[in-house]
């Protein structure tokens, strides 16, 4: 089992900065890929960022060049450093964790998430 315990989301100004974490713990398998994914009211839950162990990384269009996710693969932890925030940034973002290979491969775990407000 995996738990992943997120903070960091709070209210903003736009064009202003936060950063997330999220510390996974728990039975930490070796190979895996954590991320960040947001909901809006009314809208589908959608991918922000990916990392995978090695450090490669994949964004989402709409916030690609603003935001940054990065990993602590000794802490278990990954970051989110969103800049240059705008009120469409505003919903809720949620911590994954997905093991890739072995029998649980392509298992997913989530945060509870945080909710990140962008408004003047």
């Known amino acids: 089992q995996v738990q992943l315990v997120e903070s960091g989301g709070g209210l903003v100004q736009p064009g202003g900065s936060l950063r997330l974490s999220c510390a996974a713990s728990?039975?930490?398998?070796?190979?895996?890929?954590m991320g960040w994914y947001r909901q809006a009211p009314g809208k589908e839950r959608e991918v922000v960022a990916i990392?995978?162990?090695?450090?490669?990384?994949n964004y989402a269009d709409s916030v690609k060049g603003r935001f940054t996710i990065s990993r602590d693969n000794a802490k278990s932890t990954v970051y989110l450093q969103m800049n240059s925030l705008k009120p469409e940034d505003t919903a809720d973002y949620y911590c994954?964790?997905?093991?890739?290979?072995?029998?649980?491969?392509?298992?997913?775990?989530w945060g509870k998430g945080t909710l990140v407000t962008v408004s003047s």
């Open positions: 990392i995978a162990r090695d450090g490669s990384t």
């Open positions: 994954n964790y997905e093991v890739v290979g072995g029998l649980l491969n392509g298992r997913k775990y």
């Open positions: 728990g039975s930490i398998f070796r190979s895996n890929v």
